[in-house]
């Protein structure tokens, strides 16, 4: 796809038989590795009916007493019941209000659509992150370790609800990166833009297909190899109606970190080659210092 710069994004589809990444372009994932994203084929088996019903319904309350809809009333899940960085935020400084939600809690809070959802966005991202490791300057069998165990559903697993308030009058969302390897985002409307060369370029949504942001733990796992990935910055920019029956702007998207447990992998690594991999940093610690950065008013999640 070209964006409305002439620029080029590059487009990919994952071959189900083998699990190859296959890019539109002879040149494709190297391209994709510099942008830090892609775009990606939805698997034309993959409902995402639900997704979108949470999206547009999630922050909305239930009506006491009544037959209600049962993907509203989510605001009522914090960070209380479920743990650091879950549950539902309204934010300040954006116009975004936001769930976040891990695997561990999928079958307890959602509803069982989109709990069977969430697991299916979650088995492709792993199967998208397979793909472009093979295209990577790191061994095999330190795969798994690498990336915190991600591959072994040992990681960290989070499904996230983004609603854009237009009458907020704010930015949609902060300058940021991911934290981990690799979102797997799903967009339909026009608003996301990536720093491209020191520009802000606007990323259109494409029917059928999702966004893949590579995040700062691919960035720094890879810095030294020979096939170095950039974790993209991005943002969104304020979201305005255009007229009153206009429905506000919505995104999700499964993020793959690693696990939080140091008794499952001790933190964050960076490949050097001939040598191995070496400890770079505490993930938990890490991740709460991009997560503050992003969702301040004067600063950024940029690591």
């Not at 070209?2 to 189900?16: C, E, F, I, S």
């Not at 700062?216 to 920019?237: F, S």
């Not at 080659?273 to 950024?300: R, S, V």
Request: net charge negative.
């Amino acid at each position: 796809m070209t964006n409305t710069n002439g620029h080029a994004w590059q487009k990919a589809q994952l071959r189900p038989r083998d699990g190859t990444l296959v890019f539109d372009q002879e040149n494709g994932i190297e391209r994709a590795l510099k942008d830090g994203f892609f775009y990606v084929q939805q698997p034309p088996d993959m409902e995402m009916t639900a997704g979108d019903h949470f999206a547009r319904s999630f922050y909305l309350p239930t009506t006491p007493g009544g037959d209600d809809d049962p993907y509203h009333g989510f605001a009522l899940w914090t960070a209380e019941q479920l743990g650091p960085h879950q549950g539902y935020f309204r934010r300040q400084a954006d116009q975004t209000e936001q769930f976040f939600l891990e695997s561990t809690w999928w079958d307890t809070v959602y509803p069982k659509e989109l709990a069977q959802q969430a697991a299916n966005m979650r088995d492709f991202a792993l199967a998208i992150l397979r793909g472009v490791l093979n295209y990577l300057d790191l061994p095999p069998e330190l795969w798994d370790q690498a990336t915190g165990r991600a591959l072994t559903r040992q990681g960290t697993h989070t499904l996230t609800f983004n609603h854009f308030r237009p009458e907020v009058k704010s930015r949609g969302l902060n300058i940021h990166k991911d934290s981990g390897w690799v979102t797997v985002l799903r967009s339909i409307e026009p608003g996301l833009e990536v720093e491209s060369n020191g520009e802000w370029r606007p990323i259109d949504p494409e029917p059928g297909e999702f966004i893949v942001n590579f995040g700062c733990a691919m960035e720094i796992l890879t810095r030294n190899t020979a096939t170095p990935v950039a974790a993209v910055a991005h943002r969104v920019v304020e979201q305005r109606k255009a007229r009153p029956d206009q429905h506000d702007r919505f995104s999700y998207a499964l993020f793959v970190d690693s696990s939080l447990d140091e008794t499952v992998v001790p933190g964050l690594f960076r490949y050097e080659p001939g040598t191995g991999l070496e400890l770079e940093a505490k993930f938990d610690t890490f991740l709460n210092d991009i997560l503050h950065n992003t969702y301040q008013q004067h600063t950024t999640g940029l690591y």
